[in-house]
T-cell receptor, first 111, second 115 residues
Framework: EDQVTQSPEALRLQEGESSSLNCSYT??????LFWYRQDPGKGPEFLFT???AGEEKEKERLKATLTKKESFLHITAPKPEDSATYLC????????????FGTGTRLLVSP | GAGVSQSPSNKVTEKGKDVELRCDPI?????LYWYRQSLGQGLEFLIY????????KSGLPSDRFSAERTGGSVSTLTIQRTQQEDSAVYLC?????????????FGEGSWLTVV
């Protein structure tokens, strides 16, 4: 069964303090790994899709990387507006290709 | 529309009542998904529609849950005889088609509280 584990569950950073969020996964044939951001009371907002090991994508202060077993979301010099829950999901390349989500990392960036 | 639209945004219902949640996907998107998110939990897949194909209902938790999609567009998720454990955010999402890198876009969710 496909599984996604995210760590840490919660992370508190000072503004400007860079860090990384981890997403470990097991899937029988990866079609894509997805990162979403979710603000309280809102639906998930798409950030990135990664398809193969070694791939990297960047958006503002965020950079996502992918290996064969895990993905990292690096946050460089975060700002308070980066505070949110970050969700990771995988999609397999056989059968019905639903997204399987982890439980997320709650990030709080203090000024 | 510009994004996935869901209604109602909030619903409080009494235990045992039926509820209907509506989803209007992004125009042109043929794939439509329903997910459920309970407090502190990850997103749980419920059901998936793709074009005119039979829906994948493998995630529906019980026979009290059903969904339909009319005309390949709007979808309704129905929960019969609601229970307190049904309290959650019900998220609808859509994409151009299943598979590949097609991004799945989510709506803001329908917050259901069963009292």
């Amino acid at each position: 069964e496909d599984q996604v584990t995210q760590s840490p569950e919660a992370l508190r950073l000072q503004e400007g303090e860079s860090s990384s969020l981890n997403c470990s996964y097991t899937v029988s044939g990866l079609r894509g790994l997805f990162w979403y951001r979710q603000d309280p009371g809102k639906g998930p907002e798409f950030l990135f899709t990664l398809y193969s090991a070694g791939e990297e994508k960047e958006k503002e202060r965020l950079k996502a990387t992918l290996t064969k077993k895990e993905s990292f979301l690096h946050i460089t010099a975060p700002k308070p507006e980066d505070s949110a829950t970050y969700l990771c999901a995988v999609r397999r390349n056989t059968g019905f290709q639903k997204l399987v989500f982890g439980t997320g990392t709650r990030l709080l960036v203090s000024p | 529309g510009a994004g996935v639209s869901q209604s109602p945004s909030n619903k409080v219902t009494e235990k045992g009542k039926d509820v209907e949640l509506r989803c209007d996907p992004i125009s042109g998107h043929t794939a439509l998904y329903w997910y459920r998110q309970s407090l502190g939990q990850g997103l749980e897949f419920l059901i998936y529609f793709q074009g005119n194909s039979a829906p994948d209902k493998s995630g529906l938790p019980s026979d009290r849950f059903s969904a339909e999609r009319t005309g390949g567009s709007v979808s309704t998720l129905t929960i019969q005889r609601t229970q307190q454990e049904d309290s959650a955010v019900y998220l609808c999402a859509s994409s151009l088609a299943q598979g590949g890198g097609n991004t799945i876009y989510f709506g803001e969710g329908s917050w259901l509280t069963v009292v």
